[in-house]
Structures are given as structure tokens and as C-alpha cells.
């Protein structure tokens, strides 16, 4: 899993490395971008990048884990756990016996995250993270002392894994928010940086 901590670091070096809006030459005119990513935007998009990573062909999840300092300690996604193949574990989220099925095996994105951390703790952290977390991840976040959950969606709310979990939260004190995007799509174009004008600079 440490290229999912190097995944954190490529992200803040991408974040740092888009320019301002700068003309170099005899005449200098600088001003800041007023359409970059807003943190919150940042590490929600952190999270469901992360995603990608997953080999679960039914739900891919991601979450990523930030610090006072608005810095990336952790990010993780769902998949099987280190050392057990996932060629030979199961997917399918349907058998005859529950041990047939992915459900016993995998590890979610909020154990993987805090698993991968890349501090001496999250305590006192925020995740952010795709779907609201099951009964098992929210005793996973409470015991690592994270104080605040920011979900995308909350699409199996009346379950009671789920319930049992904002029970858990409500009591632990931990604060969970929905997100709310300023913006529903995020475009990482590779070709973009080729695209831009050269500039000399003096």
C-alpha cells in the first residue's frame, strides 16, 4: 500500500504545480486563479481517485484523511487484504454461502486509509470518504481518534450497520457531514500540461 501514501504526495505535488496566471516578459501582470480546487473539493477528489485503485467490480470506495494543516496523512480504498490474492478470493456480493461472497475478506477504504497512515497517529483528523461508513469502520474511526466524517453519499442510511453507526458517532461525539460539491465533475487531463504556452522566464 505505500503507493497509495505516494499517491497523496503526487496529488499535493500536482496541487502546487499549477501556475498562477502570469505574462513573463518586459511587461509582468500577475494575478492568482480564481477557479482552482477548494480543499474540501481536493480531498473528497482525493478520495474518489483512490477509488480507482479498487478491483472490486461492483462498488469502488475511497477516503483520505487530513490533518489540522490541511495535509494528507492517509488514503485507502477497498480491496482485499496485503498477501491474500484477490485473483482467488471472491467478488460476487451474492452465493449460496456467505463465504463465497466478497463480504468476509474485503477491508474498506476508511480501515485501509487509516491502516496506510503516513503520521504517528489521526487523531484529531477529518476523513473524507465516498459512502458513510458501516458499524465496523465507525469503531475503526472512533478508536483512531478522528473527529469529523465528510461523506458523498449515505445511500444505504436505513440499513442498521449504518444506524448502529451514527449511534456510535452520535455518542462518541464525532462530527458527519454530507458533502456538498460547488462543482459534480473534476477533470484530470494528462495532455493539458503540453497544451499550455511556453514562457521564458526573466
Known sequence: ????????????????FFPINCRFGNEISCKKRDDYLEWP?????????????SKDPSSQVGACI??????????????????????????????????DTKY?????AELNAIMNKNSADVK???????????????KLIIQAGIKEVIFMSDKYH????????RRMFDLAGIIY?????????II??????NSRPSQKLL
Not at 125 to 130: E, K, L, P
Not at 158 to 165: K, V
Not at 177 to 185: A, D, G, L, Q, T
Request: aromatic share 10%.
Open 177 to 185: 457531514r454530507e458533502f456538498k460539491p460547488k462543482c459534480n465533475k
Open 1 to 16: 500500500m505505500q503507493s497509495v501514501i505516494s499517491l497523496a504526495k503526487c496529488c499535493l505535488l500536482m496541487h502546487a
Open 124 to 138: 484529531g483528523c477529518s476523513m473524507y470518504v465516498a459512502l458513510f461508513p458501516c458499524n465496523e469502520c465507525a
Open 188 to 193: 484530470i487531463d494528462f495532455d493539458s500540461i
Open 66 to 99: 487530513v490533518n489540522s494543516e490541511n495535509k494528507i496523512v492517509g488514503i485507502g480504498y477497498n480491496g482485499m487484504p496485503n498477501g491474500c490474492s484477490d485473483d482467488v478470493l471472491p467478488w460476487t456480493r451474492t452465493a449460496a454461502h456467505r463465504l
Open 158 to 165: 436505513d440499513t442498521t450497520e449504518m444506524t448502529a453507526a
Open 41 to 53: 473539493e481536493y480531498f473528497m477528489a482525493v478520495a474518489f481517485l483512490s477509488a480507482q485503485r
Open 104 to 108: 468476509p475478506y474485503v477491508c474498506h
